[in-house]
């Protein structure tokens, strides 16, 4: 089985200042792991993914991850944020094996202030 | 592309009434969907895999009786949940799977309220 731990359940910031959100999954089988934001009463959007390869994937509004194996750990970083990065970070897994299953992590709270 | 869409976005109803909510993919074809909910300031539970043609596969502790799934086509998957209860509020949200197994697009979700 999969499960997923998101370190901060909130974490206020100014803007433009760096933030990292941490999250550590554990696993038996190999994995492919996402980040997905949400804003408020709204659905998930796919923020950025590791399938394989290179360990640093980053996405088109400045986030980046870093799958690191041997910590399994894979934390979102972005290094100047802005007021509309305000939202519901979800990390999650999906095993190779197990036809897409997602399984999520708490979430973080990401607020930032003017 | 890759469109997921929910109806509706948000349904008050009375105990002991059923609700349906639809699912469906605008622009492709999904064989599997996933239906989810979501407690506020909660994370998402995974409550069912549904694949068109077939019986959905509910997760540990979800009642299949409660909650009823019907995937009828490639691009329509149906929750419904029967004689509902004030503790059956909550958001639900569904996905769809595209020709990439690992990937999934969400819907924006459907808001349940029981009074």
């Known amino acids: 089985a999969q499960s997923v731990t998101q370190l901060d359940s909130q974490v206020p910031v100014f803007e433009e200042a760096p933030v990292e959100l941490r999250c550590n999954y554990s696993?038996?089988?190999?994995?492919?792991l996402f980040w997905y934001v949400q804003y408020p009463n709204q659905g998930l959007q796919l923020l950025l993914k590791y399938l394989s390869g290179s360990t640093l994937v980053e996405s088109i509004n400045g986030f980046e991850a870093e799958f690191n194996k041997s910590q399994t750990s894979f934390h979102l970083r972005k290094p100047s944020v802005h007021i509309s990065d305000t939202a519901e970070y979800f990390c999650a897994v999906s095993a190779r094996t197990q036809g897409g299953k997602l399984i999520f992590g708490q979430g973080t709270e990401l607020s930032v202030k003017p | 592309g890759a469109v997921v869409s929910q109806h509706p976005s948000w349904v008050i109803c009375k105990s002991g009434t059923s609700v349906k909510i639809e699912c469906r993919s605008l622009d492709f074809q999904a064989t599997t969907m996933f239906w989810y909910r979501q407690f506020p300031k909660q994370s998402l539970m995974l409550m069912a895999t549904?694949?068109?043609?077939?019986?959905?596969?509910?997760e540990q502790g979800v009642e299949k009786d409660k909650f009823l799934i019907n995937h009828a086509s490639l691009t329509l998957s149906t929750l419904t949940v029967t004689s509902a209860h004030p503790e059956d509020s909550s958001f639900y949200i569904c996905?769809?799977?595209?020709?990439?197994?690992?990937?999934?697009?969400f819907g924006p979700g459907t808001r349940l309220t029981v009074t």
């Open positions: 696993s038996s089988v190999s994995v492919y």
């Open positions: 996905s769809a799977r595209g020709d990439l197994y690992y990937e999934q697009y």
């Open positions: 549904s694949n068109e043609g077939s019986k959905a596969t509910y």
